[in-house]
């Protein structure tokens, strides 16, 4: 069974702080490994990774992967109050990138 | 602005009663996506079509949850009859080889 593990569950941290998040997965026929940022409403997509160790960057959020340890982080630097939200890991399996997701890491950004 | 639509966004029913929900994803998008989401479940995959034709629906209660695609602009997903442990909220999402696939706002059901 295709497994995907998050963590921390969920992290505090000061506006300004940098956090990493983690993702690691254990999957069969491995396609892409995907971020999503779901504040009270849809998941929003960040990141698409396919290959390892190429950095994928947009503002102040950072992804890479290593597809031999099978691991992927995510990287806020100078967080902000609207970075308060949950962020899922998701691995696309198969010729369809079915997708299963793990139980997400909530990142709360206080002042 | 290319977005994956969901109706209705939200529904209330009565148990027995059938419930159907509507999605039209993103133009060119050729993958469609049922998810449902619960606070004990998280994100769980029902069903999802390639090119209109239902490539895997075994994450659905079968006996009552149905998901078909008649056309390229529309997916549906249909429960009957519906139960209370069927209320959560419901995602279509949609996309294309290489592509992250994009969520529709959702449809948040409750099942009395």
């Known amino acids: 069974e295709d497994k995907v593990v998050q963590s921390p569950l969920s992290l505090v941290v000061h506006e300004g702080d940098t956090v990493t998040l983690n993702c690691s997965y254990e999957v069969t026929n491995f396609r892409s490994l995907l971020w999503y940022k779901q504040e009270k409403k849809a998941p929003t997509f960040l990141f698409m990774l396919?290959?390892?160790?190429i950095e994928k960057k947009s503002g102040r959020l950072s992804s890479i992967l290593d597809k031999k340890e099978l691991f992927s982080i995510l990287n806020i630097t100078a967080t902000q109050t609207g970075d308060s939200a949950v962020y899922l890991c998701?691995?696309?399996?198969?010729?369809?990138?079915?997708?299963?997701f793990g139980t997400g890491t909530r990142l709360q950004v206080t002042l | 602005d290319a977005r994956v639509t969901q109706t209705p966004r939200h529904k209330v029913t009565e148990m027995g009663q059938e419930v159907t929900m509507r999605c039209q994803p993103i133009?060119?998008?050729?993958?469609v996506f049922w998810y449902r989401q619960t606070m004990m479940q998280g994100l769980e995959l029902l069903a999802y079509f390639r090119n209109r034709a239902p490539l895997d629906d075994s994450g659905m209660p079968k006996d009552r949850f149905s998901a078909e695609m008649p056309d390229a602009t529309l997916a549906t997903l249909k429960i009957q009859p519906s139960e209370p442990r069927d209320s959560a909220v419901y995602f279509c999402?949609?996309?294309?080889f290489g592509q992250g696939q994009y969520f529709g706002p959702g449809t948040r059901l409750l099942v009395l």
């Open positions: 396919t290959s390892s160790g």
């Open positions: 998701a691995v696309g399996t198969g010729t369809a990138s079915k997708l299963t």
């Open positions: 999402a949609s996309g294309a």
């Open positions: 133009l060119g998008h050729n993958t």
